[in-house]
Nanobody
Framework: QVQLVESGGGLVQAGGSLRLSCAASGRTFSRYDMGWFRQAPGKEREFVAA????????YYADSVKGRFTISRDNAKNTVYLQMNSLKPEDTAVYYCAADPGWVFTTTPNDYDYWGQGTQVTVSS
């Protein structure tokens, strides 16, 4: 069982930056794929970024590539999402998620554990 708690959301002007954090419980955090997803009003939850614990590879959605950076600190059981050059279309509730599966995925339904979400609002 893994519990996830996000923090760091807020209101920022376009072009600004935010850093989201996701603190995880559990002693096997280092063996979970960790992902960030977001959901805007009236839209489906979508993939943002993820880190594969086994290969160390990182994946980004095309819409955030070059602007967002995912990182993790296994010693602190924490995963981060640094968001730069924010745009109004980045406005959404951001969720972190953990997947203990053997096959890496960016599909939200494949992730077993979810945080409560943190609101990010980017004003124009």
């Amino acid at each position: 069982q893994v519990q996830l708690v996000e923090s760091g959301g807020g209101l920022v002007q376009a072009g600004g930056s935010l850093r989201l954090s996701c603190a995880a419980s559990g002693r096997t955090f280092s063996r979970y794929d960790m992902g960030w997803f977001r959901q805007a009003p009236g839209k489906e939850r979508e993939f943002v970024a993820a880190h594969n614990w086994n290969t160390g590879k990182i994946y980004y959605a095309d819409s955030v590539k070059g602007r967002f950076t995912i990182s993790r600190d296994n010693a602190k059981n924490t995963v981060y999402l640094q968001m730069n050059s924010l745009k109004p279309e980045d406005t959404a509730v951001y969720y972190c998620a953990a997947d203990p599966g053997w096959v890496f995925t960016t599909t939200p339904n494949d992730y077993d554990y979810w945080g409560q979400g943190t609101q990010v609002t980017v004003s124009s």
